[in-house]
C-alpha cells in the first residue's frame, strides 16, 4: 500500500500536533513547577502500595522510571522509549510513518518526544550509542561463539550441501 503525504497534510497535522501539545503544556504547567524536584504525594502513595513510580518531565508526555528501560525518558502509555523515535527519524521516517507503525501513540506524543529529544539531546544520543553498543556486543558474541546455531545443524546433519 502506497502512501502520499501532501505537505499541505503534514503541515495540518503538525499545527493540530502542536496546538494538543500546547494545551497539554498549560495543564500541566502548574504542576511540573513542583514535582520536578520532588514526588508527589499520589507517586508516594504509589511507591508504598508497590505501584510502578513515574517521574514526569517538563514535557506532558514523557516520564522517567529507574526502574523502566533504565530510566531512559519514556512515552507515558506506550513504554516506547523517546531513543526508539528518534532512531526511526534518523533512518528516514517522518512522525507520520512513525505514527502508522505505532498507531496507538497519537502525533501530539511523537512530537513530544522529539521535542524532548532537542532539550535533551546529549542524554538521549548517549542512549543511542549505549544500546548501538550493546547490540553489537550481542551479535558479536553470537557470531564468535564456539556453538553457533550453523555448527550445531552441521554437528547433528552432516554437511549441507
Same mark, same amino acid.
Given at each position: 500500500?502506497? =502512501?502520499?503525504?501532501?505537505?499541505? +497534510?503534514?503541515? +495540518?497535522?503538525?499545527? +493540530? ?15 511540573? $513547577? !513542583? ?22 518531565? $517538563? ?15 519514556? #512515552? ?7 531513543? =526508539? #523515535? %528518534? ?13 502508522? $507503525? ?11 518526544? %522529539? ?32 556453538? !553457533? ?9 552432516? +554437511?549441507?550441501?
Amino acid at each position: 500500500m502506497e =502512501t502520499n503525504v501532501t505537505l499541505e +497534510q503534514m503541515a +495540518q497535522e503538525l499545527e +493540530q500536533a502542536r496546538r494538543e501539545l500546547r494545551e497539554v503544556k498549560e495543564r500541566y504547567a502548574l504542576a511540573n $513547577a !513542583t514535582i520536578e524536584n520532588q514526588m508527589t504525594a499520589g507517586a508516594q502513595e504509589n511507591a508504598r502500595n508497590g505501584k510502578r513510580i513515574e517521574h514526569p518531565t $517538563a514535557h506532558p508526555h514523557i516520564y522517567t522510571n529507574p526502574e523502566m528501560h533504565g530510566g531512559e525518558p519514556t #512515552i507515558r502509555g506506550s513504554g516506547i522509549m523517546v531513543r =526508539t #523515535i %528518534i532512531e526511526r527519524m534518523r533512518i528516514g521516517q517522518h512522525p507520520l510513518e512513525i505514527y502508522k $507503525a505505532y498507531p496507538y501513540l497519537n502525533l501530539a506524543k511523537i512530537y513530544d518526544a %522529539i521535542s524532548y529529544y532537542y532539550d535533551h539531546t546529549a542524554e538521549i544520543d548517549q542512549y543511542i550509542r549505549e544500546n548501538e553498543e550493546a547490540m553489537w556486543r550481542l551479535t558479536h558474541r553470537a557470531s564468535t561463539q564456539r556453538f !553457533t546455531p550453523t555448527r550445531i545443524a552441521v554437528a547433528r546433519f552432516g +554437511q549441507c550441501g
